[in-house]
Every structure is written in structure tokens, then in C-alpha cells.
Nanobody
């Protein structure tokens, strides 16, 4: 069964950092682009970042607000993609989701996992 699980969320103070994980089971995540999305309270889900598959592994940023603060990386041995979030602010609060795609796209899948909750508050 193909499954993605997000983890690593929590409560952090403004200016702090978190690293979220997107771990796959049942398939090889390295063969797919992985996009991260987030949904703030009362708002629609938005695309944040995407890392391409293959050796190029380039990152596409969809949300201007995260430029220079959020980065993506892969750890293929763990079948995992990480979202490193630095200098967090309250606007980054929300549920974060990942999705495996054939190529990077700001459009999400039809079905979503549970996501991981990020709260940025003092």
C-alpha cells in the first residue's frame, strides 16, 4: 500500500525553526517529485515548495512568503523528504501536507494525508 506520512510539527516561537518529514512506504519516494502544501486556519490550502525527482532535485517555490526561509532536501535511504523551516512567523501556522507527484505542480492530489500541525506563537 502506497502511503505518505507527515510528521515533525509542533509549537514553536516566532523566529524559531522546525523540520517536517514526509516519509513514504510502499514506493520509492526518490522517483517522485514531492510537493508541500499548507492550510492556515480559515484559508484554502496552498502550495509551498516542491522538489523534483532524480539527480537534479531542483526546488520550485510557490509561496513567495517562504522564500529564503524554507528549504527541501531528500534522504533517500529513509525514503523521506524534509521541509526545513527557519525564521518562522505566526503566518506560517497551519497544517502542512506533502504529496508525491510525477512532476512539480502547484496542484494537489485528490486525496490528502493527515498532515502535521505547525503552530507559531509566543
Amino acid at each position: 500500500q502506497m502511503q505518505l506520512v507527515e510528521s515533525g510539527g509542533g509549537l514553536v516561537q516566532p523566529g524559531g525553526s522546525l523540520r517536517l518529514s514526509c516519509t513514504a512506504s510502499g514506493f520509492t519516494l526518490a522517483n517522485y517529485a514531492v510537493a508541500w502544501f499548507r492550510q492556515a486556519p480559515g484559508q484554502e490550502r496552498e502550495a509551498v515548495l516542491c522538489i523534483s525527482s532524480g539527480s537534479s532535485g531542483g526546488t520550485t517555490t510557490y509561496a513567495d512568503a517562504v522564500k529564503g526561509r524554507f528549504t527541501l532536501s531528500r534522504e533517500n535511504a529513509k525514503n523521506t523528504v524534509y521541509l526545513q523551516m527557519n525564521n518562522l512567523n505566526p503566518d506560517d501556522t497551519g497544517i502542512y501536507y506533502c504529496a508525491a507527484r510525477y512532476y512539480c505542480s502547484p496542484y494537489g492530489p485528490d486525496e490528502w494525508g493527515q498532515g502535521t500541525q505547525v503552530n507559531v506563537s509566543s
